[in-house]
């Protein structure tokens, strides 16, 4: 049995400089004796400024995509997936940070039952002064069941009750739903609410990620709440969350 949890990380020149930051709090990570993480990182794009970032250890591989041809988080994510061994992949943005036991914690609660295909986790913004700040209506710890977050999404205006940046998932099921939507922005929303439409959940109470505020992240930029656009990634993500629903494809339980 592989006993590898792949780590996939999206990088773009601005971020790159957080990179240590996100790889350090990969290795303060603790598995099991006979699993182990490999990171991959991913540039949207090609510049000669990224690399440079990238720490020299053989647990991690770093690609890059097209010269001059950027296509966002998700095609860069997907590009990684393609070289993805592990049973498990895990999300780690560039600018984010892993808690301590965050892994260990995900990897135990699909372990322990295979008809939970995903599981996410407490998220807690950072702010550029380092203070911290958490979200109200976390679901409780535990089970989520099918529909949960398409609900929720839709009755909170557009606003999912798990932080799409905390997703930990089975390989097998992501390739299933083809990696992460083709979308600008909300790409991993729209994963997270297929997943959410074919198999069970998990989510942890205990904060498992702490998400950096800065001016220069992708969710800031004035394109990313274009109230035409916000509008037509969510009509998607929704259409094909109840796509699924509709055709009662779900994954083996």
Known sequence: ????????TAVHAPSARFLRDAYD?????????DWEWHWLVQEDGRTDTVALHEPDDPRVTFRQGR??????????????????D??????????????PGAL????????????IG????????????????????????????????????????????VHPATLFVRRDL?????????LPASEDTGLLLALDAVSRGWFSAEVGLLYRKWDGQVTGQEAHVDPAERAARAAVAEARALALTDLGWTAPR
């Open 1 to 8: 049995m592989n006993r590898r949890v792949t780590v996939l």
């Open 25 to 33: 709090s990969l290795c303060a990570q603790e598995l099991p004796s």
């Open 67 to 84: 010269p001059g041809r950027p296509g966002g988080p998700g095609v860069a994510r997907t590009l990684a997936l393609a070289h993805a």
């Open 86 to 99: 592990g049973t498990y992949v895990k999300v780690l943005d560039a600018d984010d940070r892993l808690t």
């Open 104 to 115: 260990a914690r995900d990897l135990a609660a699909l372990e322990a039952d295979p008809t």
């Open 118 to 161: 995903w599981a996410t986790s407490r998220a807690l913004d950072v702010l550029p002064d380092g203070s911290t700040v958490g979200f109200p209506g976390d679901p409780e710890h535990g089970p989520i069941t099918p529909g949960t977050v398409l609900a929720h999404w839709k009755s909170h205006g557009f606003r999912a009750p």
């Open 174 to 182: 992501l390739l299933a739903l083809g990696g992460w939507m083709a």
